[in-house]
């Protein structure tokens, strides 16, 4: 029996400040950063006890200087999918994603812009998009 995804919550602070926010993420959030050496001991117990794939989220994962570093890690290891806001995607950032290209490393990114009547995440999760790091780095040289 498999035991499934592994979600790591990075950081719980944000740049943004939804109103339907799970975790009351914004900017003056308690950041509560989830150390970065506790993350790669964690991935490799689950490797160890069976887990499938990981799972990042936040907080907006992307405002951590080690997302990429870390995210490569993770791809090297299982699958792994990052909830993040899509909106820190600088050229800055996609060239230290382009590494990941080559791993089973996939973004998701939720509407910023829910319909007025959306107050819970799984509102917004209904109009999640997924990507890769290859397809942004893609869409940026169009
Ligand atoms: S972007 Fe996501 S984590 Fe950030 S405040 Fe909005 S719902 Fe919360």
């Not at 009547?117 to 509102?123: D, E, H, N, Q, V």
Request: with cysteine.
């Amino acid at each position: 029996m498999s035991a499934g995804r592994l979600w790591f919550y990075t950081n719980y602070h944000c740049n943004l400040a939804c109103r339907y926010c799970l975790t009351e993420s914004r900017p003056d959030a308690p950041r509560r950063t989830l150390d970065a050496d506790a993350i790669v001991a964690a991935a490799g117990e689950a490797v160890t006890l069976g887990f499938t794939a990981f799972g990042v989220t936040g907080g907006e994962p992307f405002l951590r200087p080690d997302m990429p570093s870390l995210l490569a890690h993770l791809g090297s290891l299982l699958p792994t999918v990052v909830l993040t806001n899509g909106t820190l995607f600088t050229e800055r950032l996609l060239d230290a994603l382009r590494p990941l290209a080559s791993l089973p490393v996939g973004l998701r990114y939720p509407s910023i812009a829910p319909s007025p009547t959306s107050t819970t995440r799984s509102a917004q999760r209904a109009t999640s998009q997924k990507s890769s790091p290859r397809s942004l780095v893609a869409a940026r040289s169009d």
